[in-house]
């Protein structure tokens, strides 16, 4: 069993910057692929970056590649979202998941976070 659970989020100018951490507990955090999803209001959840268990591949989505770094401290139990150059359509509520599995699914997740919301003003 993991819990997740992230912090972070707030209301930001556009662009400027947030970092977002999600905090598991357990001792088998290292066992899981990571991923930030995000649902914006009247969208669909979608897979934002996602990291692998040693953190030797990263993915993200096309809408956030150049501007968001994924990151993980396995020591800490942790992964981070480094968000820059913010956009008023990053505006959505965050997601970290765990998985078994590296994947753009979220169906593929075990374990969520509650969310944490970030909404960036023009």
């Known amino acids: 069993q993991v819990q997740l659970v992230e912090s972070g989020g707030g209301l930001v100018q556009a662009g400027g910057s947030l970092r977002l951490s999600c905090a598991a507990s357990g001792r088998t955090f290292s066992t899981y692929s990571m991923g930030w999803f995000r649902r914006a209001p009247g969208k669909e959840r979608e897979a934002v970056a996602l990291i692998t268990t040693s953190a030797g591949n990263t993915y993200y989505s096309a809408s956030v590649k150049g501007r968001f770094t994924i990151s993980r401290d396995n020591a800490k139990n942790t992964v981070y979202l480094q968000m820059n150059s913010l956009k008023p359509e990053d505006t959505a509520v965050y997601y970290c998941?765990?998985?078994?599995?590296?994947?753009?699914?979220?169906?593929?997740?075990?374990?969520w976070g509650q969310g944490t919301q970030v909404t960036v003003s023009s």
């Open positions: 998941a765990a998985g078994q599995y590296w994947s753009l699914s979220f169906s593929d997740y075990t374990y």
